[in-house]
């Protein structure tokens, strides 16, 4: 009898203890589920409290122009990790808007995810909140080359995935940073930053899809900067442009330019804001051109031209310049905002002296106001007649239903490279030994891509003349049409 009741405490006993392992196995298992991401989930970082993620695969809209309802939807369902109905709803708003380049990316990226398919991880850095236009021709680049990689089954069977970086401020750039360089989960990162020192120090390839004027903040400094100077890059560069710098850009205008006319007057921006670096950048564009102009022989005038100034008068400088200072040619360095009005300024110019400007309005802005600035001469680093047998243009127009520019040109190659290199090691320090190898190409929109030690690409710019067309599919009348070197 006392043996009966010693089992039965016995068998109470290895139940209750059975019970707690099991719940002690069951609150382990749901701790996990909360500090471990699953596949296909966003950035670890998202799961830190007070510290939203600023990269994201599909759960945030980021370009709001031309938002359709099911983009919303489709949005949602991939946040609730519903990806079959993401990739229905994101398909339903490409039909509605086939040229809206964050939807094809979060539609990939659902098909990764609903297929639970092997990847690999990409960010691009879209500046949405300060440049949209910019943003969208970026992404408009890697989007096409995301799509056109993934259809043709992945890099050696891994589909590429693509987050898209972006921050509301300024100041969160540094926290962005940090953030692309900490998630360990992306071998590359397409986009441009002014400050690149950590991306070298913690190991992730940044390919710059395009060229900016001097980063510098300081007017002053614009000496550090002029196109004799040299930088010198680490011993283990993760940096490389997919276009030659500016600074060669600015160099090959400035020396056609100087073989144009004698005495050139200069017209840019300058806002009174001490903070404003677009002014400072613009101020430091019209510096780098001067030095470069004076190197070739030829001189800049001194008549004052400030197109940010809410007062500028375009018809009193062009006066000014032609019989003050007898000016034999003009050159219009606007920042984007400030495009129209150097069309002004064209308008004035035109018949009377050659007529020249920055790449910048090398744009369709410009062209609607074509017959303003007719004969003008623009640097820009790709143009579609460039390489009539590259099928890069047209598949560009099939799928977007519209014409792309030479951004969307360099950020679909920044992809070609960074695919090119993932094709051969897929790793963060092995992408960056491909891409270094003094060996390696990659073909793209702008032809065959090569680097120098230092990250940069080899190649000149060309140039461009507006010039008035038939039936041209710019639909305005105008177009850029390449002009033979000189």
Known sequence: MTSKKENLKLLISLGLAGVMVAVILWLISKLSSTIIPPPNSESPSTLLPNKPSLINLGTRILVKVQTYPEKRDGVKAFGEKDFTTAVEKFTASLKNNPNDPETLIYLNNAKIARDNSESLK???????????????????????????????????????????????????????????????SLVAAVGVRRDTTIYNEKGLVLVFPVERPSQT????????????????????????????????????????????????????????????????SNQALVGQYTQAIEKYGSKVISTPCNLADKNFDHKAFVDKALETENASAFLLIPSARNIYFATKVGQEVKGRKPLFASETMYSATTLQNGQDVEGMVVPVYWHRDANK???????????????????TAGAYDAMQVIITGLKQDNTREGLQKVLSNTDFSASGATGKIMFLPSGERQGEALLVKIERCERCSSGTGYDFVLLNKK
């Open 389 to 407: 047998n590259n099928p890069f243009a047209e598949n560009a127009f099939r799928l977007w239903n519209a014409r792309v520019n030479q951004r």
């Open 217 to 280: 903040e300081n007017p002053e400094n614009i000496e550090q900067n002029s196109v004799k100077n040299q930088w010198s890059p680490p011993k283990n560069n993760y940096l490389f442009h997919i276009n030659p710098l500016y600074d060669n850009l600015v160099d090959t205008h400035a020396r056609y330019i100087a073989r144009q006319a004698r005495n050139i007057a200069v017209c840019g921006d300058s806002r009174t804001s001490r903070n404003n670096s677009t002014s400072s």
């Open 122 to 184: 990409v960010a691009v850095i879209a500046p949405v909140n300060f440049d949209q236009n910019l943003a969208e021709e970026l992404l408009r680049g890697v989007a096409q080359a995301q799509n056109e990689v993934n259809n043709q089954g992945g890099i050696n069977g891994k589909k590429l995935q693509i987050v898209i970086a972006s921050v509301d401020n300024r100041e969160d750039f540094a926290k962005l940073d940090s953030e692309l360089v900490g998630d360990k």
